[in-house]
């Protein structure tokens, strides 16, 4: 179902991307945001979800300016390499270059969703807010958003949290509700990372509800 090709940013950055296309005609567009662990095989597999859910989807490889076709497993050696990367090395202005050229790419398909976890939940918030042709947004545990309020989404937002996080305590997700109203706040009896069915946190009912929610998203606004 997937291919991996090369997307080109703003500034003349080539950068990689798992594209996923459905067998028939794309609804819409859907760019897919990794976690820290790169693109690896668990993100192309939510890319093909997305696509067999009938959606053309991208996931670009966003650590390709520091370290190319970075796939990292869910160890405590490569959460240390994946967070060395996504917060010592990794420039935001850049990285937002490249998820508009993945927006752009998925575009050709119609209008475009973005949806990320973990550090791509983050990412995904600030795509809704900074970046050109997002109609809708599904933001999953994104670490760092409640330091990010202050800016305004130009498209409907979601955000999925679980209660049981370590990493976003319950009263960041309160600032989110009471800071930004018109941001649709899920919370689920789960911990960070209940999406991915690589890690031990990983919850197959708060995942499906959240998956289902995304997609009735995408199926209102794209």
């Avoid at 960041?172 to 930004?180: G, I």
Wanted: proline share 4%; charged share 20%; glycine share 10%.
């Amino acid at each position: 179902m997937g291919e991996h090709v090369q997307l080109r940013a703003s500034d003349g950055f080539t950068l990689g991307a798992y594209r996923a296309r459905p067998a028939g005609q794309p609804k819409a567009g859907v760019v897919v945001i990794q976690e820290i662990f790169g693109v690896n095989d668990h993100i192309r597999a939510v890319t093909d979800g997305y696509a067999a859910a009938g959606y053309a989807a991208v996931a670009p490889q966003i650590f390709d300016r520091v370290e190319r076709n970075v796939e990292l497993g869910y160890g405590p050696d490569d959460m240390a390499r994946g967070v060395s990367i996504a917060r010592g090395k990794l420039k935001l202005d850049a990285t937002m270059l490249d998820l508009q050229a993945a927006i752009d790419d998925a575009a050709r398909f119609g209008k475009v969703g973005v949806v990320g976890y973990c550090f791509g939940g983050l990412l995904t918030w600030l795509a809704a807010c900074e970046l050109k042709g997002v109609a809708a947004a599904s933001a999953y545990y994104g670490g760092g958003i409640a330091a990010q309020l202050g800016r305004q989404p130009s498209c409907p937002v979601i955000m999925h949290f679980g209660e049981r996080d370590a990493h976003i305590p319950m009263s960041d997700v309160e600032k989110v509700k009471a800071v930004q109203p018109a941001v649709t706040v899920h919370v689920y009896a789960a911990d960070h990372g209940f999406n991915c069915d690589h890690r031990d946190s990983f919850d197959a009912s708060a995942a499906e509800l959240a998956r289902k929610r995304t997609l009735e998203l995408f199926e209102r606004t794209l």
